[in-house]
């Protein structure tokens, strides 16, 4: 079988034609467009809630999004065990709606950055990452100004307590500092999964570099570690 | 119907870079005594209600589930009957 992507577009999203280019003409996986004002989310396998500025960003990213009448379909999907993969304001929404715990703050340094950053695997154990060569970092690039994860002491220890963190910003060489911290994100994470392991969400843009003629597909591993465990 | 007012801040342990960029412009003004700088939101709107606990309720509500985020941000709020 061959995996079906549901791609939700708000107003304001401008990753969603990314994904679909990345998921469909690279990878040649199903995908459509389903539009936030509908409920129906299609048959999809995997739901992805792309970068962007839904609804201008206004009040806090994520916020308004979160209320959006398809947010509903996809908490019913993801509490029935469907895979839902937030990137960057995809991210933002799913925390805002609980799906994912904690916040983003703007960035530290007050400034939209974007710029490739090396991430590590945290957990090979998900469906979102056990397709992905052992020990490899992945260049992903970032584009947000509020990335600057935070949570409370006890839920970043559950976090840990749990592998729920998926991804950190590293240095080239694998390690975890300051200097290789985009955004001041507390503990360099860059992307988390719940604790059943079926939503991701995710600051870097793996939709942005799956092609070969942009020097750089590590972002395909993601994709294609979902479609496998699909197709599995 | 009332008029609401209604104050959003970053909760005190949760750092604000904004609040410490713009104080940097205080200084540099010659304002050396403007300390703890906090940027938070002021967002006013009418509430149609029967009452002004109907009222409360309502705008607890907004306030609690879209206005703010409970987890970095609290709010209070101000109402003023009109007519």
Redesign the interface.
């Known amino acids: 079988m061959n995996p079906k992507f549901g791609i939700v577009v708000f107003p304001g999203s401008n990753c969603d034609h990314d994904a679909y280019y990345a998921l469909k003409k690279i990878n040649n996986y199903d995908a459509e467009f389903l539009w936030h004002k509908d409920t129906d989310l299609k048959n999809s396998d995997v739901i992805i809630l792309p970068g962007g500025f839904s609804y201008g960003d206004y009040l806090r990213t994520g916020a308004i999004a979160r209320f959006s009448p398809i947010i509903n379909s996809v908490i019913g999907f993801a509490e029935k065990g469907g895979i839902v993969m937030g990137v960057c304001n995809g991210f933002q929404i799913l925390l805002e709606a609980g799906l994912l715990p904690g916040v983003m703050l703007n960035n530290i340094s007050l400034k939209f950055v974007c710029k490739d950053v090396f991430l590590s695997v945290e957990n090979y154990d998900t469906i979102f990452t056990n397709h992905i060569p052992s020990k490899k970092l992945l260049k992903i690039p970032v584009a947000h100004g509020e990335g600057n994860y935070f949570a409370d002491e006890q839920t970043l220890s559950e976090l840990e307590r749990n592998k729920q963190i998926l991804f950190r910003y590293v240095s080239s060489s694998g390690i975890a500092d300051e200097a290789s911290n985009p955004n001041g994100s507390v503990m360099n994470i860059a992307g988390l999964i719940n604790k059943r392991g079926n939503v991701m969400g995710l600051m870097p843009h793996p939709e942005r570099c799956c092609d070969s003629v942009l020097g750089n597909t590590d972002g395909n591993f993601i994709f294609k570690s979902i479609a496998r465990n699909i197709i599995n | 119907m009332f008029k609401v007012k209604v104050i959003i801040k970053r909760r005190p342990s949760?750092?604000d870079?904004?609040g410490k960029?713009v104080e940097k412009g205080a200084a540099h003004l010659g304002l050396t005594n403007i300390k703890n700088t906090r940027i938070g939101r002021f967002i006013e709107f009418t509430v149609d209600s029967a009452d002004r606990k109907a009222a409360e309720k309502e705008v607890n509500e907004y306030c609690s589930k879209?206005?703010s985020?409970p987890?970095?941000e609290d709010y209070e709020f101000s109402l003023e009957e009109i007519k």
Do not use: Y
Request: aromatic content about 0%; glycine content about 0%; overall charge neutral.
């Open positions: 949760i750092l870079p904004q960029a879209l206005l985020n987890i970095m």
